[in-house]
T-cell receptor, first 114, second 115 residues
Framework: NAGVMQNPRHLVRRRGQEARLRCSPM?????VYWYRQLPEEGLKFMVY????????ESGMPKERFSAEFPKEGPSILRIQQVVRGDSAAYFC????????????FGPGTRLTVT | QKEVEQDPGPLSVPEGAIVSLNCTYS??????FMWYRQYSRKGPELLMY????GNKEDGRFTAQVDKSSKYISLFIRDSQPSDSATYLC???????????????FGKGTKLSVKP
């Protein structure tokens, strides 16, 4: 049973470029969550999505960040015009419907902005 | 005051010891309590989740929740070197149909189990 898949595992971008992070949830899971982990910081919630619907984006920065979970295909976290402060590990998690306390995490994408 | 407080450690114990990991929180709306294990440069791994107060046991792991004190614990019996990792507590207030997607994490406690 495949777990949560994320790609790429490592991503290097120059300042001003765009970063696209992908997440495929566990089989049977319809809810996806994105978190960011900065060095020496804890995991911080960013956004919660269901298929074609953003449920909670209270943790998303107001500018440059967006997320989607289309009817077909993986969830995408998009960061436009990246800055050095965006360098972090980005984790995706998924859960069964109605069980947001049971989140399973992927291996993460480590973004480095040079 | 932060919503979730967790001693960062590091905590070093000999193999076979009983390990106690703890978190305190300030938001009385939290109803779901989770423990994750994270190895270096890996994703967090869900160990256990509990609802409201009480105890839950799974193999060598026991989770305790005391809502009156806003205090949760994870006990690891017969600790092994393979248990060496960072342990994260997480909490949820149960907003969306009984479970809220927005997990609030502690910063994690780094545990080292020496052979």
């Amino acid at each position: 049973n495949a777990g949560v898949m994320q790609n790429p595992r490592h991503l290097v971008r120059r300042r001003g470029q765009e970063a696209r992070l992908r997440c495929s949830p566990m089989k049977g899971h319809s809810h996806v969550y994105w978190y960011r982990q900065l060095p020496e910081e804890g995991l911080k919630f960013m956004v919660y999505l269901q298929k074609e619907n953003i449920i909670d984006e209270s943790g998303m920065p107001k500018e440059r960040f967006s997320a989607e979970f289309p009817k077909e295909g993986p969830s995408i976290l998009r960061i436009q015009q990246v800055v050095r402060g965006d360098s972090a590990a980005y984790f995706c998690a998924s859960s069964p419907a109605g069980r947001g306390y049971e989140q399973y995490f992927g291996p993460g994408t480590r973004l480095t902005v040079t | 005051q932060k919503e979730v407080e967790q001693d960062p450690g590091p905590l070093s114990v000999p193999e076979g010891a009983i390990v106690s990991l703890n978190c305190t929180y300030s938001n009385s709306a939290f109803q779901y309590f989770m423990w994750y294990r994270q190895y270096s440069r890996k994703g967090p791994e869900l160990l256990m989740y509990t609802y409201s107060s009480g105890n839950k046991e799974d193999g060598r792991f026991t989770a305790q929740v005391d809502k009156s004190s806003k205090y949760i614990s994870l006990f690891i019996r017969d600790s092994q070197p393979s248990d060496s990792a960072t342990y994260l507590c997480a909490m949820s207030a149960g907003k969306y149909g009984g479970s809220q997607g927005n997990l609030i994490f502690g910063k994690g406690t780094k545990l080292s189990v020496k052979p």
